[in-house]
Structures are given as C-alpha cells and as structure tokens.
C-alpha cells in the first residue's frame, strides 16, 4: 500500500466502546441497510468523534 514518505504505518488505538454504539450511530445516519458501505476511517477523524461522542451521552 502507498504510505506518505514511506513510513511504517503505526500501532492502531483500539477504544472499546458498549454493545451497539456502532450500530447506533448508522442508525443516527440513516445508514443501516444492505446497500450502505461501511465507511473508511482515515486522519479525518470526524467521524470517529462523533461515534465516541454518542457514546459519552449515553
């Protein structure tokens, strides 16, 4: 795979988070179904914080 300047890709931070939250957030996304792709995680890291968000409110 390409990486920037070659560099190794790092360890991955693993949060575990409660049964569902995933879930929950397609839902909040209007994204469940068969015919949504699951979506990519990358430096942007919006998406990743509104999932951790729904989390803390609940």
């Not at 469940?32 to 990358?42: M, V």
């Not at 890291?45 to 729904?54: G, P, R, S, T, Y």
Request: zero cysteines.
């Amino acid at each position: 795979s390409k990486r920037e300047n070659n560099y190794p890709l790092n360890k991955p931070i693993i949060k575990e988070v409660p049964k569902n939250t995933f879930y929950n957030w397609l839902e909040s996304q209007n994204k469940l179904g068969g015919q949504h792709k699951i979506l990519r995680i990358n430096e942007n890291k919006d998406k990743i914080n509104e999932i951790l968000e729904m989390e803390n409110s609940n």
